[in-house]
Structures are given as structure tokens and as C-alpha cells.
């Protein structure tokens, strides 16, 4: 009754530096999926590492809260699970915020191939602006970031210069150039 369901997709191409294997290599470590988002201050593992899905405590500066409302941070627990095709993130915060994000490398029949997210959230009416807000900007951000980590691992040592469109990526070289995890 005093709740508000809802659900945000997005998808951005994949750089085209990275091969598969280092996009979900990336994409199954829940330390870089994490820290991708820069409110992310901190993550701590309470669970058995060998559990799945592992359940982890984090630290967030809960950025879609206005600050006039709320200037400090939040814990909340985060349940991560790597899956063939990409990572499940199921967040339980305070103040009844839930929200199951699906990362997926998704390859089409032409050959390309993009990052997708999805998120299904479920939080108090007094925030589903702000969070639906939130959550449409942060997709793209996290995708840009994303595929920033991934440049920086397929090219060590090539500096990466930023293009004036988000978004956008300069090519260097061929697919042989490629470095393969």
C-alpha cells in the first residue's frame, strides 16, 4: 500500500577492446561490480565465501536521497551470484528499498555485443521518484565505468583517451591486438 514497484533496462554496447571472457571475468568479481558505482565506499564479505549467493555489507553515500534530506551514508546488504552470462545483485536496504539488478553480456545474431542491466526495485512512494530518477541516470554511468575497466584490462599500458561523447570509444588496433583472460 505505501510501497511503489518498478523496473529499469538498459543496455550499452560493449567495447569493442574486450573479449568475452574479460567482460564476464570482470562481471563475476564482486569487488570491481561494486566499486563501478563511485557512492560505493565499502564492502565486507559476511557470508562463506564458497556460499551462493554471497552476502556482503556495504557502505553507500545513498546518493539519490536529496542531501537536504539525508547527507549521510547507508549500510545495506548486498547478495551477489555470478551466472554464466554475467552477475544477479539483490540489494536489501533500510527503509524498505529492495532492487535485484541483472547484469548480462548479451550477444546478438550480427555479431555485436552489449552490456545490459536490469533492475526491479521496490521502495517507500516517498523515494520512487528519487530512486527511478536515480536509477535511469545510473545505468549509463555504470556502463561507461564498466567499459572503462574493461579498456584498461584488454589494453594495460595504452592510456585511454576520453571522448567527448559518453559513451563513445576510440579503437586502437586489431582483434589480434586483443588480449584474451
Known amino acids: 500500500m505505501f510501497n511503489s514497484s518498478f523496473s529499469y533496462s538498459s ?68 547478495f551477489f551470484q555470478p551466472v554464466e552470462d554475467g552477475c544477479d545483485i539483490t ?12 547484469w548480462r553480456l548479451v550477444k546478438k545474431a550480427d555479431g555485436t555485443r552489449s552490456i545490459a542491466i536490469t533492475s526491479d526495485a521496490k521502495c517507500s512512494k516517498t523515494f520512487a521518484y528519487f530512486v527511478k530518477k536515480f536509477l535511469e541516470s545510473q545505468h549509463g554511468q555504470l556502463q561507461r565505468t564498466f567499459n572503462e575497466r574493461v579498456e584498461s584490462v584488454a589494453r594495460p599500458g595504452i592510456p585511454r583517451r576520453r571522448s567527448s561523447m559518453p559513451g563513445s570509444f576510440r579503437t586502437m588496433g586489431s582483434a589480434r591486438d586483443m588480449v584474451a583472460v
Open 11 to 78: 543496455e550499452q554496447p560493449l567495447s569493442r577492446a574486450a573479449s568475452d571472457n574479460i567482460a564476464l571475468k570482470l562481471m563475476h568479481d564482486v569487488d570491481i561490480i561494486m566499486h563501478l558505482n563511485p557512492d560505493c565506499k565499502g564492502l565486507k564479505l559476511v557470508s562463506d565465501p564458497s556460499a551462493m549467493p554471497q552476502e556482503y555489507k556495504v557502505e553507500d553515500s545513498l546518493a539519490f536521497v536529496p542531501k537536504k534530506l539525508w547527507s549521510g551514508g547507508v549500510w545495506y546488504t548486498a
Open 91 to 102: 540489494i536489501q536496504a533500510p527503509g524498505g528499498f529492495n532492487s535485484t539488478n541483472k
